[in-house]
């Protein structure tokens, strides 16, 4: 089957054509052609994204995506489904991508399939096995860790088709964590990458922030009093500091010298403050249901540290979990991801409303 799929729940216009098969005991994916339009530079001066221009520039480039993914062998005529993000997201940019992709199944009478944004970040995971090496699927229970911009939730996968919320942030989510603190330390938007990069060059201990709800047993999360513990923690060094401020060429703003120096322990500390709750929740799920494996998703999932969190904690419990990651190019909001949740829509036969919902949930 050929998955023509439409992907604008935020600032990526994303499409993708996808060949599946198989079932839901081995499901196959291959790319055929993945075409991601970022509007990165278009949001950062205002440090995050703005609906209105999110929504202006998908329906500037859908059209013009639309018609280079055709460019190659593969045309509408091949098509066999059309799957589209319904949510959760920006209404006015899931709208966008909503009524472009029905559209295109009217004029060319393609069947259409509502894609939950959510279900494309557990399932990349698929994207990351080789059905060869891999073969059928001995995965299961597993642990699902949605980690970006928008969530932070662990899921209990019984098999591919069911699946249960085990816990999932009070507040903000890890990957608007990392970009608020990024806006503190005057990081350019999105902040998540710019702090793994400072990171590499800190003492993850310099700096004891606190890792909110670790220690709760439950599998919920909470990342907005970290962002201000760093918050009060820069405020104190400006404080101690103030003799030797110096304004800064970028934005005007008064910082020590020395704060430059210190963003670096601050990024690593607070990078292992926020990885710690993550990684400790998901392995003690891991124990509590016996899973064997653990499937991540989602922008902040591209932290390489992430894994390695992940990992040691697996060591540090003595446990065997096989630990999956979609490549880079599928963490990030990517059009591939909504093929495959569509494909397992279309499998399980699943409907979602062809209308937005910003805040569709598992
Ligand atoms: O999944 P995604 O592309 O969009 C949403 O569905 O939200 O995730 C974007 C988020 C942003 O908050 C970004 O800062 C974060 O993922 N992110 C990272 C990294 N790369 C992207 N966070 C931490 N480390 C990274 N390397
Ligand atoms: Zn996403």
Redesign the pocket.
């Known amino acids: 089957m050929i998955i023509f799929s439409v992907e604008t729940?935020?600032d990526?216009t994303a499409l993708a054509l996808v060949e599946a098969k198989g079932d839901g005991n081995n499901p196959q994916f291959k790319t055929i052609k993945s075409l991601v339009a970022s509007q990165i530079k278009i949001h950062a001066p205002f440090g995050g994204v703005v609906p209105s221009l999110a929504k202006r520039e998908h329906e500037k480039n859908l059209p013009i995506l639309f018609e280079k993914i055709f460019s190659g062998k593969i045309k509408m005529k091949n098509v066999d489904l059309i799957a589209v993000t319904v949510g959760p997201g920006l209404e006015p940019a899931l709208w966008t991508g909503i009524t472009f992709a029905k559209k295109i199944s009217e004029k060319y009478k393609k069947p259409i399939i509502g894609v939950n944004?959510l279900e494309g970040?557990l399932y990349s995971f698929l994207l990351s096995l080789n059905a060869k090496k891999d073969g059928r699927f001995d995965f299961f229970p597993g642990i699902g860790l949605v980690v970006?911009?928008?969530?932070t939730i662990l899921v209990l996968m019984k098999n591919l088709f069911e699946y249960k919320k085990l816990g999932e942030t009070c507040d903000d989510?890890i990957?608007?964590c990392?970009?608020k603190v990024a806006r503190i330390l005057n990081l350019p938007y999105?902040?998540?990458?710019e702090?793994?990069k400072l990171a590499k060059n800190g003492d993850d201990r310099k700096i004891q922030f606190p890792s909110p709800m670790v220690n709760q047993k439950n599998y919920n999360f909470s990342y907005s009093g970290l962002k201000t513990a760093v918050l009060y923690h820069l405020k104190g060094i400006q404080k101690e500091k103030n003799s030797h401020l110096w304004t800064s060429p970028k934005n005007g703003k008064r910082i020590s010298k020395n704060d430059l120096k210190n963003n670096a322990d601050v990024s690593a500390s607070f990078q292992r403050a926020a990885f710690e709750v993550v990684a400790k929740k998901t392995l003690r799920a891991v124990k509590e249901f016996g899973a064997k494996s653990i499937f991540v998703g989602?922008?902040?999932a591209?932290?390489k540290n992430l894994k390695k969190r992940i990992e040691n904690e697996a060591k540090k419990n003595g446990s065997a979990v096989s630990i999956f990651i979609p490549p880079f190019k599928y963490?990030?909001?990517n059009g591939v991801m909504i093929a495959v949740a569509g494909f397992m829509n279309h499998l399980k036969n699943k409907k979602y409303k062809l209308e937005a919902e910003g805040n569709l949930n598992f």
């Open positions: 729940s935020c990526e944004h970040h970006s911009g928008g969530h989510a990957g608007e990392f970009d999105p902040g998540g990458p702090i793994e989602g922008g902040v591209a932290n963490c990030q909001d």
